[in-house]
């Protein structure tokens, strides 16, 4: 079965901790026939909704892994992608954004707008995902939809719109006003399956006709044929769905939608508008980095005739291996067929196609533009690109930045240690930020990241997933060696004392280099050094770069000339040369003046405008340059740069001094110079800890 | 060249002789001219040569984008720094970007007073001892009166001179035979330095019409390239 893009969604729901969205995701389910039975959120009878397919995200209510699922409503195909809720977690965040065309905001009738709803608010403005809002539980004390559709317009600055009014709230609450239709709607039958429509209770006409009045003032300004009906008194609920739509779609206008999913009220209504408002995949434009063309964006085509180009969002072990969730953005992926993974180069074949819901799936036939579907038996890394050969499109940046901070861990047990590996495999395939080796020195695991934030995410999951315990030593930043100035070094080694002899001579400079880790240039002229000792020559030099004489940390930007050399007809050999040359850049590389250069982060806070001081004085203490700042009415964002060394921590400090209201996004930019201050006293560090190892 | 000559031979040295030693600290200077004839330039060339003295610099804008605003500070920048060597270019490079800060206000959902919190709040807080404040895009035709005289008791307060961008959106004459724009004159009372531009045939042509409390102020040999957006000699 093709699917008309139409009347496909790809939609997430997103929502504040305990605002009921796992609950609303499962009435979907359940309405949707996609489960013939409800559960209650955190396992009151020991199953647990359907969605939350991992055991932290149940314990926790949160959500850190996107399943998709599939279902049907009026004819329409929605794949429902559980988003995660925090920011900590970059990359996840932006992949399951980037596949949707449109979400759900779920809000508590009584909480409405919370600091993570702001934040929700946030990615969805980021990503440019159009949304309609729902007010859940209307059944709860102190419920009051009204309220919180204010919040959505002063806290949020949304266009939000009641397109319904509750009958009742609290325990009087019976059903919902549809302000389109002017029409009662009621939810019968022991889980709300019967939708029963009526006249509206006459208490409530007044307040149903001035809402209405009020939805069509902000409606009618997205249609002009709309405004004329309104006039003249005959507007149609055509017109009014198609200017919501069009609103919607815009990102110019948030209807509001309302019920108990608890309750079992309001939920079909909720998926009416997902088909109405919410925009099909070819109403929006989605973009890939063409990679014959240094990462140009290329706009792709939603016609299904197109050369297949689909994204990995998404990988899960499973009993039956690696499933990767894909989504197609452009033509056609069919069962059978040969792919290109653009990153690795390497050819696969789809063999099996599936559509999932949650924990069970069905087999399909082919994906097409639009569509969510899973691979099995892939071999393959979460954001990667599937095409045609041929083609060499990318639908994420494959530039990935190198790991800023580290951190030693060690397996408590013996049954830890063995899932840990396991554990540490899957991560890595997953988030190609998120590196792991071990130590040759500690003979320690080592865990290498973007930040301490996305490192704390990954031993959480080793918790939770894997039952790994792990003890943790302190992070580490990943300081880097350079040199600002050239130096000339002539070093010979010589070693005669028994056996073979050694010998090599090596003479040349070292230079600073700005946009290369290292560079070796052979410039030895008449044979001076035999060409077959070159190579081990630029080996000794590289060796030497793995560890700086300051403080122990890899060298970067340095080119080497070798200019002129010796050699002995007996006693020369590769690894007389290498050491000679390790000799040389021994004694060139304190001469070169030598630096420590320090991984400094572009640093993003969002925060309403009443915290900036606040924030400002943060950045400064941590020795901050602050770029600029955005005030945008209620909210404020502060770029700035700030060393990693100095960001440990941060979201503590920035949580407690704001209320929780603010937060930050961190990505690394550059390296850069450590002031006088802390290189002397890195040098001491590193001076000391020589000192200790040696004493042992 | 080195830098000190080129601080030295700035045409702005030219402008800090006319107004008497420059516009000083407590006082407003204003920029004004129609859309689109060079006042950010203006602006922003007058920031940049306080950066190339090292003293600090907050530019405010009301209307364009962070982006924009950098890139004009890229380009006068370059400018101004090609008479010097590369390698001090990108020195003073480094040192400008980290003496500036630009703070971007969305007008209708900002109101004075929240624009002088954030800016004390920047100096005092964030620790950035601004001398020159830089303000493109304010509203003088909206504005009451009394909003400017908010900039100028704050610019008193904290020992900062600021300077501003009119934008003259009234139909012609634009100005009176003084050379006084009239959408401004309501606002006379808070500004120090006045400085119109006017679109001449191969020059912008700056005039200064109000100098502090002089009666009369000294003719403004001065004019804005439009090859390279900078306050040249004509």
């Known amino acids: 079965m093709k699917t008309d893009l139409t009347k496909l969604r790809n939609i997430g729901i997103s929502a504040h901790i305990d605002s009921g969205k796992t609950t609303l995701t499962e009435r979907i389910l359940f309405y949707c026939k996609k489960i013939h039975r409800m559960h209650e959120v955190k396992g009151k009878d020991g199953v647990g909704a359907t969605m939350d397919s991992m055991d932290l995200e149940k314990e926790r ?7 998709a699922t599939n279902v049907s409503w009026l004819d329409h195909e929605i794949n429902i992608i559980d988003t995660p809720g925090h920011v900590d977690f970059t990359i996840e965040v932006e992949r399951s954004l980037r596949v949707l065309d449109g979400a759900v905001l779920v809000l508590c009738s009584v909480g409405g707008v919370q600091s993570q709803t702001i934040t929700v608010d946030r990615q969805l403005k980021r990503y440019q995902v159009p949304w309609i809002a729902f007010i859940n539980k209307l059944d709860r004390v102190g419920a009051d939809p009204y309220k919180v559709k204010n919040q959505l317009r002063e806290k949020l600055g949304h266009n939000a719109v009641l397109t319904q009014i509750p009958i009742g709230v609290e325990d009087k609450h019976q059903g919902i006003v549809d302000l389109i239709a002017l029409k009662a709607v009621y939810f019968d039958g022991p889980q709300g399956e019967n939708v029963r429509i009526e006249e509206i ?18 409606v009618s300004l997205f249609s002009d ?7 003249e008194g005959r507007e149609t609920q055509e017109q009014i769905v198609a200017a919501i739509r069009k609103g919607t779609i815009a990102r110019e206008l948030t209807p509001v939608f309302m019920g108990t999913a608890y309750k079992n009220k309001g939920v079909q209504p909720l998926l009416d508008a997902v088909v109405r408002y919410l925009p099909n995949p070819a109403e929006v434009e989605n973009f890939a980095f063409d990679l014959d063309s240094s990462e140009k964006r290329i706009k792709l085509s939603s016609d299904p005739k197109a050369d297949p180009v689909a994204l990995a969002f998404k990988l899960e072990d499973g009993p039956y291996g690696q499933l990767t969730y894909i989504r197609v953005y452009q033509g056609e992926i069919r069962k059978g067929e040969e792919l290109v993974n653009t990153r690795s180069r390497q050819k696969l074949r789809v063999g099996r196609l599936i559509r999932m819901h949650a924990d069970s799936m069905a087999d399909i036939e082919e994906a097409s533009s639009g569509d969510i579907a899973a691979l099995f038996g892939v071999d393959c890394q979460s954001g990667d690109t599937f095409v045609r050969a041929g083609l060499n499109l990318a639908m994420s940046s494959i530039y990935v930045p190198e790991p800023v901070i580290s951190l030693a861990i060690s397996p408590a047990g013996k049954k830890s240690s063995d899932h840990l590996s396991k554990a540490l495999k899957r991560f890595t395939k997953e988030d190609p930020t998120f590196r792991t080796y071990v130590d040759p020195e500690s003979k320690q695991t080592i865990i290498q990241g973007m930040g301490e934030l996305h490192l704390d995410v990954y031993l959480e999951r080793m918790k939770r997933e894997y039952s790994v315990e792990v003890e943790t030593g302190m992070p580490q930043v990943a300081y880097r060696e350079s040199i600002s100035a050239r130096a000339d070094f002539d070093y010979t080694h010589k070693k005669q004392t028994g056996g073979a002899g050694q010998f090599g001579r090596v003479s040349g400079f070292i230079e600073p280099i700005s946009d290369k880790t290292f560079e070796f240039v052979n410039d030895v002229k008449g044979g001076r050094i035999p060409r077959e000792f070159i190579p081990a020559c630029s080996k000794g030099f590289q060796t030497s770069m793995r560890k700086g004489k300051l403080i122990g940390f890899p060298i970067t930007g340095v080119r080497v000339t070798l200019r002129d050399g010796q050699s002995h007809a007996v006693d020369s050999s590769d690894l007389a040369f290498q050491a000679a040359a390790q000799g040389g850049f021994r004694q060139a590389y304190s001469q070169a003046k030598p630096q420590i250069l320090e991984p400094v982060m572009k640093l993003s806070v969002e925060s309403p405008t009443e915290f900036v001081g606040n924030i400002f004085g943060s950045i400064n203490q941590r020795r901050g340059l602050i770029i600029s700042s955005v005030e945008d009415g209620l ?9 990693l060394g100095e960001m440990f921590g941060y979201s503590t400090v920035l949580r407690s001094m704001t209320q929780g209201k603010a937060e930050f996004t961190m990505e690394f930019l550059k390296y850069a110079k450590v002031p006088a201050q802390l290189a002397e006293k890195l040098i001491a560090e590193h001076q000391e800890k020589g000192k200790k190892e040696e004493a042992k | 060249m080195v830098k000190d000559e080129l601080i030295h031979r700035s045409p702005l040295r030219i402008l800090e002789q006319s107004i008497h030693g420059g516009l000083g600290k407590g006082n407003i200077g204003v920029l004004a ?6 006042k950010t330039a203006c602006l922003v060339h007058i920031a940049t040569d306080k950066l190339f003295q090292q003293k600090p610099v907050i530019h405010v804008s009301y209307s364009s984008r962070v982006d924009h605003i950098m890139t004009w500070y890229e380009d006068i920048f370059r400018e101004i720094a090609r008479s010097l060597n590369q390698e001090s270019i990108s020195d003073l490079h480094d040192e400008i970007i980290k003496n500036r800060v630009i703070m971007n206000f969305k007008q209708d959902g900002t109101k004075t007073e929240q624009v002088l919190r954030s800016l004390e709040a920047m100096i005092q807080y964030g620790k950035f001892a601004a001398e020159t404040i830089i303000v493109d895009g304010y509203n003088f035709v909206q504005s009451a009166p009394e909003d400017l005289g908010k900039f100028k008791d704050f610019a008193a307060k904290m020992g900062l001179e600021v300077w501003f961008s009119a934008s003259l959106k009234a139909e012609d004459p634009l100005f009176d035979e003084r050379g006084l724009p009239h959408e401004l004159k309501r606002h006379l009372d808070n500004i120090d330095v006045l400085i119109t531009l006017r679109s001449m045939e191969n020059l912008v042509q700056l005039r200064l019409v109000k100098d502090h409390d002089y009666p009369s102020p000294d003719e403004l040999r001065l004019g804005l390239d439009p090859g390279t957006l900078l306050i040249a000699e004509p």
């Open chain 1, 61 to 67: 209510g949160i959500t850190i892994s996107s399943a």
């Open chain 1, 201 to 218: 209770p006459a208490d409530l006409k007044p307040e149903a006709a001035k809402r209405r009045a009020e939805m069509l003032d902000a």
């Open chain 1, 225 to 231: 044929e709309l405004t004329e009906a309104v006039l």
């Open chain 1, 635 to 643: 909210f404020a964002r502060v770029d700035a740069e700030v060393p």
């Open chain 2, 33 to 38: 001219s129609r859309k689109g004839v060079g």
